[in-house]
Nanobody
């Protein structure tokens, strides 16, 4: 049974920071690649970042590279997304995801809202 529970979203001003957390079950946490995606109003869900269990390889969308950092707390089975220098276009529902298939994922959390305002 896959469990992915996001938290940490909220309202932040332009240029501010937020850290999102994704609490996963142990099996899913160790399954390989975990990621973050987001969906803005009226837009398709898009890839944000991913991190692999083996090799600790990370990948970022061009729009967030240099501003966002994905990481893991292995003791807590938790995936993080540190978001800095936030922009209005970062406003979206952010989803933790597991079990990648092609450019998508098989399993998703419920999402957490991030709103960036002036």
């Amino acid at each position: 049974q896959v469990q992915l529970v996001e938290s940490g979203g909220g309202l932040v001003q332009v240029g501010g920071s937020l850290r999102l957390s994704c609490a996963a079950d142990g099996r899913t946490f160790r399954s390989g690649v975990l990621g973050w995606c987001r969906q803005a109003p009226g837009k398709e869900r898009e890839f944000v970042a991913s991190n692999s269990w083996i090799g600790n390889t990370t990948s970022y969308a061009d729009s967030v590279r240099g501003r966002f950092t994905i990481s893991r707390d292995y003791a807590k089975n938790t995936l993080y997304l540190q978001m800095n220098s936030l922009r209005p276009e970062d406003t979206a529902v952010y989803y933790c995801a597991a079990y990648p298939v092609g450019n998508n994922f098989e399993h998703w959390g419920q999402g957490t809202q991030v709103t960036v305002s002036s």
